[in-house]
Structures are given as C-alpha cells and as structure tokens.
C-alpha cells in the first residue's frame, strides 16, 4: 500500500507540531511495510540542508519539498503522487500543498480514499485568524466532506469538526509520537513554554499570572519562553516584550528563542513545569515531549489534557490570570514528594496512550479498511 502525505511543513522543519507528528507516523508506518510519500514545503528549512524541487527518496518513501508549490514542476510532482498513491491522508486543512491536493483530488482522483487531519484549524479560536482568506477552501470542503473521513485528535477536536460539517464521518486518534532517550537533567525552578509564539497561545495571561502571583517575584522561579514567532506575529510579540517590562518582570522572564534537538529535550528534562495556557488546542505535541521527559504540565481548559489530571502529572484549569497566579503559587510551594510523583507519572502516561510503538496498528488498520473500500465510508 502507498499513502500519499502533503503537508505544509515536514520534517527537518522544527517549527510547529505538525511537522514531527507527520515525521513520526510515516516513519512507524515504513516499520509496518506501508510506503509514504510526502509533498511538502521548504518551510523552516535552511537553505542547503534539503534538496528542493526533486524527488528525494527516504527510508519510508519519496519527499517532494517545493520552493513554489505552485510552479508548473511542483504541481506536476504533486499530480505524479497523488496518482500512484492508494489512499491521500491530508496533513492540515488551509496550507497549500493539502488544498492543491484536494482540489486534484475531486477534480480527477475522486475514487480513492482520503483522510483529512484537521490539526485544530477548525476551532472557533482558529478561525478568528485569516477568516477570508480560509473560505474559499472551507467551501470546497463543505462540498466535498461527506466523500472523506477526518481524523481528530481530542472530544472538543471532534465537536468542532461534526459542528461545522454536520454527518461527516470522523476518527479520532491523539497525536502519536516515538518517546526520546530520557535525558538526564538537574531540575531548575523554572517555568517553561515551547513552541510558536502567537496570540492564541495566551502567553500574555500567564506573563499576567506571574505578576499576580504572591510568590512567583520573590522565588528563584523564572519564566523560560523557547519559541520564534512568524513577522506576521511581531506585534503580538512586542506587545509581550512591554508587558513584561511594565509589569516589572524583565529579570525574571526570558525569551530562548527557537530550540531543537538535544537541546530541546535537556530544556524539557531540567524544567519544573511546562505551562501551555492557550486559548484553543487541538492536541499539543509539546505536552507529550515534555511528559516523555518526566516534567509535568500546567494546560489550560482550552487544550485537550484533563488525562493530566486522571494520572497525577499535571494541571488542567481555566487560563484566566487570576486563577493561573493561584496554581503558579501552588506549584512553587508544592510538596518534593508530591512533585516526584507526577515527573514519575508524566512517563508512564506517555507509555501508555501516545507510543507510536504500541499505538500504530489503529491506523494501519484504518488505512486497510478504508483502501479495501474503495471509498464506501
């Protein structure tokens, strides 16, 4: 079987989740002798570090990274693909290589099967951003929604998606993902962020928390912010720079900038906790990465994690100021044996429901039966 993937951003892009989540999955489907190839971007990949505009084979299928998907040898690629493919597993809703897939696909490929993961794009919160320009892709999708099943990644994830395509057929299955080597890494009081540095994120509530707290300025705790943010953002992030410096938090919150690799994880390993108080969150990948590192989480409602709560290794609350300041200080003044037990817990929930090891036969299965279909779904 061959399963086509186009995507936006794909690996060794590190900005977002998408890219490693999709990196992670056909990599676990190569292990179970499907073959996947990728149309993807140049998104986030520095110049010369990848072969753009040509085939490139890997060990789990062919990549296509495009400097202009829509020049006439990307679309050219991109048709060849989809083509020789048995089924289509959209990677995302709105960038252009799953919208040139879509549009390819329901004008000349109809009959084979497609799967559409929606990444948290139809959110309420997501919808604010760029509605416009969304639209004309929403419409083809309200035309064509009862030919594909969506894959979701939470309950809200699935709300939403039967909420705006009412009938659609879904599936939903979290973010699957292979555990990195555990890093050995002293603890440091310290709060720490990853990822992209944009309004949903509410990274302004929880800055808003920290002056609230009663104990947060007076502690050895500070703030670790490791992320970028895209130029369309940079008013978004200069607006943080000057909250920090008005609320007298400059010497105690710090921006890392963008990290990955080992960096990335020994930055997850010796942090306290990981905070993530966004708005809207289809999943989170981040929360799993730290987890995987034995380094609890505080996420807020509007993320998918109340299982933080259930195995004891993290916080599930409102992201309103005031009550993040009232679990920033309960954080601070937490018992050591308490917290031992939620880094010991982080792993375990890891180990049991987000190990692509272990997980992967959910959609080899799916794939199968959906292929043997012939897209009666």
Not at 19 to 26: C, D, E, R, T
Not at 199 to 225: R, T, W
Not at 237 to 247: A, R, S, T
Not at 283 to 295: D, P, S
């Amino acid at each position: 079987m061959k399963i086509f993937f186009p995507i936006g951003a794909f690996f060794p892009c590190q900005i977002g989740g998408q890219a490693s989540a999709v990196h992670w999955h056909v990599s676990a489907l190569a292990r179970e002798n499907i073959e996947c190839d990728v149309f993807t971007t140049m998104y986030g990949i520095a110049p010369g570090h990848i072969t753009s505009d040509k085939i490139t084979p890997s060990d789990y299928g062919n990549v296509y990274y495009a400097v202009n998907a829509l020049s006439f040898k990307s679309l050219l690629s991109l048709y060849g693909q989809i083509k020789k493919a048995d089924l289509i597993h959209l990677s995302g809703i709105f960038n252009i290589p799953s919208t040139l897939s879509l549009i390819m696909w329901a004008l000349l490929l109809s009959r084979k099967p497609l799967v559409a993961s929606v990444h948290g794009e139809l959110s309420a919160d997501a919808l604010r951003f760029s509605r416009w320009k969304k639209q004309p892709t929403l419409f083809l999708y309200r035309i064509l929604y009862k030919k594909m099943l969506f894959h979701t990644t939470s309950d809200k994830e699935t709300e939403d998606v039967t909420d705006f395509f009412n009938g659609c057929r879904t599936l939903q299955v979290p973010n699957l993902m292979y555990p990195a080597d555990p890093v050995s890494a002293v603890k440091k009081k310290q709060f720490l962020f990853m990822g992209r540095i944009h309004e949903i994120k509410a990274l302004h509530k929880f800055i808003d928390a920290l002056a609230l707290s009663k104990l947060f300025k007076n502690s050895e705790f500070v703030f670790d912010i490791a992320g970028s943010h895209e130029e369309r953002h940079e008013d978004y992030f200069q607006e943080l720079k000057k909250l920090i410096i008005d609320l007298d938090l400059d010497h105690k919150v710090k921006f890392s900038g963008h990290i990955t690799g080992d960096e990335k994880e020994t930055k997850y390993a010796e942090s306290w906790f990981l905070v993530l108080p966004s708005e809207s969150e289809n999943f989170g990948n981040v929360v799993v990465e730290a987890l995987n590192q034995g380094t609890p989480v505080l996420a807020s409602l509007g993320t998918p994690w109340s299982v933080l709560e259930k195995y004891r290794c993290g916080i599930h609350t409102s992201n309103a100021p005031e009550n993040l300041a009232e679990y920033i200080d309960k954080i601070i003044t937490m018992d050591s044996r308490v917290y031992d037990e939620y880094c010991h817990n982080a792993g375990t929930l890891v180990n049991e429901k987000f190990n692509i090891k272990t997980q992967i036969s959910v959609w080899t299965e799916t794939y199968k039966q959906l292929s043997s279909a012939k897209q009666q779904i």
